[in-house]
């Protein structure tokens, strides 16, 4: 695992050996800016998603928030902005423990940029594997951490603040899912090229299915 302040840019030569060796280049955005403009319709469904799960263990509203009719307050303190880098964090590092073998991967990059944290992986990784790298972090922070806050009676108003950023901010990752589900068959590797994500059937898998494997 690697560590950079740049997402990797993708190498035309690789681009060139996938596809003549018969991978599929996903349809996605193409760069950070473009990826975060189209998922700007998730970010409303998942934070209304995060949302929906506070609210059937705790109150949500605007006043809570410091918005009302007439005004808004909001203060920014020290530990809310320590937990928004803490958040930043544990975001990527819920994307890096269900890379295969991450520590020691060589083709694994990690990073800061001004657009957020990122994770690329050019390891080849299973279709279900990579569903499970990209939506972790929104499943883990948005949707169960706070039925478990809840429960341990932890959930506050910050709490439920970075909570509902982190949602807004796996909207990228929501919009990869998507496109993964309806472009990418089952049965699937998955690799990646930089930000260009690409794959291949599972031939095996075909023969399998045929009757004509072993």
């Known amino acids: ?31 950070p800016t473009q990826a975060i403009l189209f998922s700007i319709p998730m970010m409303i469904m998942t934070a209304l998603l995060s949302a929906l799960v506070i609210m059937t263990v705790s109150s949500l509203s605007l006043r809570e928030f410091g918005i009302t009719a007439s005004s808004i307050t909001f203060t920014l303190h020290t530990g809310f902005l320590i937990g928004i880098v803490l958040l930043l964090i544990i975001h990527e590092l819920f994307h890096l423990v269900f890379i295969p073998n991450v520590m020691k ?7 800061v ?7 690329v992986s050019e390891e080849r990784i299973s279709k279900g594997r990579y569903i499970l790298i990209t939506v972790a972090p ?11 806050l809840s ?44 930000m260009r994500t690409y794959w291949l059937k599972n031939v095996r898998s075909e023969i399998e299915k045929s009757g004509e494997g072993f």
Do not use: Y
Not at 105 to 111: C, E, I, L, P, Q
Not at 113 to 119: E, Y
């Open 105 to 111: 991967s060589d083709k694994t990059v990690v990073g």
């Open 113 to 119: 940029t001004a657009f957020g944290g990122f994770v």
């Open 1 to 31: 695992m690697k560590f950079q302040s740049k997402v990797p840019k993708g190498d035309d030569h690789v681009h060139n050996e996938l596809v003549t060796s018969g991978w599929t280049p996903l349809k996605e955005p193409r760069n």
């Open 138 to 148: 929104f499943i883990l922070l948005s949707i169960l951490l706070p039925l478990v």
């Open 151 to 194: 429960g341990f009676g932890l959930l506050t108003t910050t709490m439920k603040v970075l909570i509902l950023l982190n949602a807004a901010a796996s909207s990228v990752d929501l919009l990869s899912f998507i496109l993964l589900v309806k472009q990418v068959p089952n049965q699937s590797t998955i690799v990646n090229n930089g």
